[in-house]
C-alpha cells in the first residue's frame, strides 16, 4: 500500500489509522541480503497476532485495462512487474510468519486469466505450499463462487475475486462455501435513484466541452465496432445498474454518467442545441460514490469524507463494496468463533501453533 494513496486520510484521522508507508519496509522484500528468519522476525515485531489477515494486493497489473495499457507502453506486468506485482509475495510473508487461522484476499476478477491463468496458478499454488486451504478452490467455472458481483448488494457491476484461506492444520474449512453468500442478498436491492441527491452542484455537471469530446469519442469507436465510452445510466429506472466505478473517476467520469434528461435524437441533429444543452449528464459526487460502494446507507452523510474530491474518486474506486466483505464476514463468523476457541484452548495448555 503507498503512502501517497492514503496520506490524505492519514493526515485527516491520524488517531484511527495505524499505517505504514510501504508494506516492504515490513517485510524487508526490497532489501538485499536479508535472510527469511530475519524477514519473518522483523514481521512478527510489527504485525500482532490475528485470527484472520485481509489483503488485497495491487490490482492494475492483473486487470485487462491495466494489462493492455502497460503493453501499449511497453512495460512489463503481473509478476514481471518489479513494482507492483510481487507484492502477492508480501502478503505471503506476513501470512507465513504469523500463520493466522484464516485469510481473506481480494482482487480483481481477471487475475483468473491473466497470464494464460498462471498467474493464478502461482497463488494458488503458493497458498496450498503455504498449508492453507482455499475455499472453492476447485470451482473454477462460469458461476466460480469466488467471483462475486457488487450488483447483488448494490446497483453497481463490481466483480472481484475472492479467496478465503484456512489454515489446513487447524480443520477450519469443512462445510464453508462463498455459494452461501447468496443467503445474505438484500430481498429488495438499493436503487440508484435512492443512492443520488436530488440536487448537486453545478461542478458536477459535464461541461459542453467535455460532453462533447465523450460523446464523439463514443460515436466514433461504436463505428468501428468496440465498446469504448462513457457508460450512462438513467436513475428512473429501479433496475437500472451501473459500471465499475475505477479510481480514474476523478478524470471525467465517463464509466458513470448520471442522465439529466439528455435527448438523444436532438443531440444526433444538433449537438450544440441550447435547451438540450441544458440537460447535459452529470457524474457521481463523492457523496454518491460512498454509498455506491456501501460507505453509506441512502440519503445519509455520516461517512466523513476529510479529503478532496479527486482523491475521494481515486479512494473509492480503488475500494470494495462493503455489503460484500460484511456478507463474507457474516459467512465466516462461525469459523472465526471456532478458531479462537482453538486459540484459547491452546494458550491455557502452554502450546502456540503459530
Partial sequence: MRY????????????THHFNEDIRDITLSHKEGVSDEA???HIRQ???????LLAGFPCQPFSLAGVSKKNSLGRAHGFACDTQGTLFFDVVRIIDSRRPAMFVLENVKNLKSHDQGKTFRIIMQTLDELGYDVADAEDNGP?????IDGKHFLPQHRERIVLVGFRRDLNLKADFTLRDISECFPAQRVTLAQLLDPMVEAKYILTPVLWKYLYRYAKKHQARGNGFGYGMVYPNNPQCVT??????????GAEILIDRGWDMATGEKDF??????????????PRECARL??????????FRIPVSDTQAYRQFGNSVVVPVFAAV????????KQAVALRQQEAQHGRRSR
Fill in 39 to 41: 524477514a519473518a522476525e
Fill in 4 to 15: 501517497a494513496l492514503i496520506k490524505p486520510i492519514i493526515i485527516a484521522t491520524p488517531a
Fill in 272 to 285: 450544440d442545441d441550447p435547451l438540450n444543452q441544458q440537460h447535459r449528464p452529470r457524474r457521481l459526487t
Fill in 143 to 147: 458461476d466460480d463462487p469466488k467471483i
Fill in 46 to 52: 510489527h504485525i500482532p497476532e490475528h485470527d484472520v
Fill in 243 to 252: 459500471r465499475t466505478l475505477s479510481a480514474r473517476y476523478y478524470k471525467d
Fill in 329 to 336: 464476514a457474516k459467512l465466516l463468523e462461525p469459523k472465526i
Fill in 293 to 302: 460502494m456501501g460507505f453509506e446507507a441512502p440519503g445519509e452523510a455520516k
